[in-house]
Nanobody, 123 residues
Framework: VQLVESGGGLVQPGGSLKLSCAAS????????MGWFRQAPGKEREFVAA????????LYADSVKGRFTISKDNAKNTVYLQMNSLKPEDTAVYYC?????????????????WGQGTQVTVSS
């Protein structure tokens, strides 16, 4: 499985960005797809995740109500819509895939990772 993120960039506080994660490789319709982020000097942290079968989703408290994860199974693509961005959202954002539907917020339960895309929130 290969994951390629896109959509990062520089945005002012209060602005919006939409990240995309395109997956290629074996069929991944039963996977869990997650978004994580890592700021300089900090550990990688969970942002949001969704099961590709069913409607199960999970969000970190810090992004709940501002970020939305969505999926397009036909395109093998997962999105992260980020609204009301804050400077503390600045980080490299990573897409990840778990073929075994394990714990949604735990990085070690994801077997495949993208290269990351930088999101910078600054005026």
């Amino acid at each position: 499985v290969q994951l390629v993120e896109s959509g990062g960039g520089l945005v002012q506080p209060g602005g919006s960005l939409k990240l995309s994660c395109a997956a290629s490789g074996p069929p991944f319709s039963s996977y869990t797809m997650g978004w994580f982020r890592q700021a300089p000097g900090k550990e990688r942290e969970f942002v949001a995740a969704a099961r590709l079968i069913g409607d199960s989703q999970l969000y970190a408290d810090s992004v709940k109500g501002r970020f939305t994860i969505s999926k397009d199974n036909a395109k093998n693509t997962v999105y992260l819509q980020m609204n009301s961005l804050k400077p503390e959202d600045t980080a490299v954002y990573y897409c990840a895939a778990d073929p075994y539907r394990r714990e949604m917020s735990t990085p070690r339960d994801y077997d495949y990772w993208g290269q990351g895309t930088q999101v910078t929130v600054s005026s």
